[in-house]
């Protein structure tokens, strides 16, 4: 979209607009600049934040080019009434400036906006050409050795009444020329905004995972967007022309061809579920939404359909819980799933009278590994634990990673702590086997902290914590054993 910043020109400047004073000239040339970004941003409808920063630019710069003027003014016609009756237009003018900053917050109709830019537009034109004009034209006359009042008999010459004629005409032209420009800027932007518009349904038609097509009245494929193709193995081009009915024959049977075609005709739109053989022969069932486009007229020209396949759907919510529920690296449960099912854990335990043992794993000399010989070999270590962790454990149980080197094994029904401390031995020994990463061995230890729970009225993050108290009280002693949580 073009960029309000970069100002079209609703009032062009004009070399004739020169008084002959540089430095007020590259001055007034800068006012023009602004006048004409402020008008960009009114036509373009920016935000009422960059409306400001632009009001108060312009006024800013004002408040620095009478400044200017006035110090050239003072030098040259010190104490004189033209220059104080100067000098009391200039802060008229920011004041007006600020006015309008304050009206258009309220009323912001292109009306508005025209008499804005008009207003500006006019006292500018008159500042440069009638008034600084008329001064500079004295102020120079002094430089050339006049008297003061031969300098303002010449200056008042120059600027007779026909000079006052040709402004107001010139700017009855440049109101006209402004007030086209600033609507076709209103539809250029418009336009513009309409194209992003259709730039984002287009990027959104095309990324969907549902198949879209679109037909002529009479179902002839004008348009698709890749899922219709990926669904049905076929290029857009050889669809292009290809009856819809015969593209997709196992989902429109002749009954049901006819069913849908005549709701969709007569209620303008059609909903519901049709069933078909893909292309590996195996039966789907996709949501169809049928929707016919009409003319102006009344008559419908198209035919746009929407394809949402429920299994595509189911699998996508199962790849999204998973995400949620699982560890990245290795697969495993992660904190959020343990703790679900630790609580289901809790309440099986309370029926069955059967403990429920709760591991809290930390490995030792996991971090040498990963800081001598990197994070990929460190990461295989850790998928190499959580592969011998899920072949020592029973159905039954769940083992989590956390996160870094920590793993939790969750154990149900238990009968007796001997039955765990089997199987913490098993563990010690499996996860102590040296494993080879490229032509070197790495070899772990574990540290395991362990919490039975038997029905009593602890929670799942205090049994957690019991365990991870345990696990660092192994880490104490030694590591390479497990400890159990005993109460202080």
């Known amino acids: 979209m073009t960029d309000p910043g970069t100002p079209n020109v609703i009032f062009p400047w004009n070399e004739n607009f020169a008084i002959g004073i540089a430095i007020v000239d590259e001055q007034h040339h800068r006012l023009v600049e602004l006048l ?6 009114l036509a373009y409808g920016s935000d009422a934040l960059e409306l400001n920063r632009v009001f108060e630019e312009l006024a800013d710069y004002a408040v620095h080019h009478f400044r200017t003027e006035q110090a050239i003014w003072d030098k040259w016609l010190p104490h004189d009434e033209m220059s104080v009756a100067h000098n009391q237009t200039h802060q008229n003018f920011v004041a007006d400036v600020l006015n309008v900053k ?30 600084d004009k008329h001064m500079a034209k004295i102020v120079l006359s002094l430089k050339q050795g006049l008297s003061l009042q031969d300098a303002k008999k010449r200056a008042c010459s120059e600027m007779n009444s026909a000079m006052r004629v040709m402004i107001e005409t010139v700017l009855s032209m440049y109101d006209s020329l402004s007030i086209r420009t600033l609507q076709l800027m209103r539809e ?31 179902c002839r494929i004008l348009d698709t967007n890749p899922s219709f193709c990926d669904g049905l193995n076929r290029q857009h081009e050889d669809l292009v022309g290809q009856s819809l009915i015969e593209a997709m024959p196992a989902m429109f049977t002749t009954d049901r061809q006819e069913e849908i075609l005549q709701v969709a005709r007569e209620m303008g739109h059609w909903a519901g579920e049709v069933s078909g053989r893909n292309e590996n022969s195996v039966l789907e069932s996709v949501w169809l939404t049928l929707s016919a486009v009409k003319d102006p007229l009344g008559d419908i020209n198209h035919f746009i359909g929407v394809f949402s396949s429920a299994s595509q759907l189911l699998e996508r919510q199962r790849n999204l819980l998973d995400a949620a529920n699982h560890d990245t690296l290795t697969g495993l449960p992660n904190r959020r799933l343990l703790m679900d099912r630790l609580a289901q854990a809790m309440i099986r335990s309370q029926r069955s009278k059967k403990m429920v043992a709760v591991c809290f794993l930390d490995l030792d000399g996991f971090k040498q590994i990963n800081d001598s010989m990197g994070h990929e070999a460190g990461d295989l270590v850790l998928k190499n634990v959580a592969t011998k962790l899920t072949e020592a454990l029973r159905g039954q149980d769940t083992i989590a990673r956390l996160g870094g080197d920590e793993f939790v094994l969750l154990l149900e029904e238990i009968a007796s702590r001997d039955s765990v ?13 040296p494993v080879q990463i490229n032509d070197v061995f790495a070899a772990v230890s574990v540290s395991i902290g362990v919490t039975l729970f038997s029905g009593d009225d602890a929670t799942p993050k205090e ?26």
Do not use: P
Not at 36 to 41: C, R, V
Not at 102 to 110: C, F, G, L, N, R
Not at 199 to 205: A, D, E, N
């Open 188 to 218: 250029i932007a418009e336009r513009q905004r309409a194209e992003a518009r259709l730039s984002l349904y287009k990027s959104v038609i095309e990324n969907t995972l549902e198949a879209i097509v679109v037909t002529d009245a009479e």
């Open 102 to 131: 304050a009206e258009i917050q309220y009323k912001s109709d292109d009306q508005v906006i025209d008499g804005i830019v008009s207003f500006l537009t006019h006292w500018l034109a008159f500042h440069i050409l009638e008034d």
């Open 463 to 488: 049994l957690l914590r019991h365990a991870d108290e345990a696990m660092y009280m192994a880490k104490k002693h030694g590591r390479n054993q497990y400890q159990f949580f005993q109460i202080a």
């Open 36 to 41: 004409n970004s402020l008008a960009s941003h």
């Open 421 to 433: 401390e089997r199987l913490l031995e098993r563990i010690l020994i499996a996860v102590a086997e």
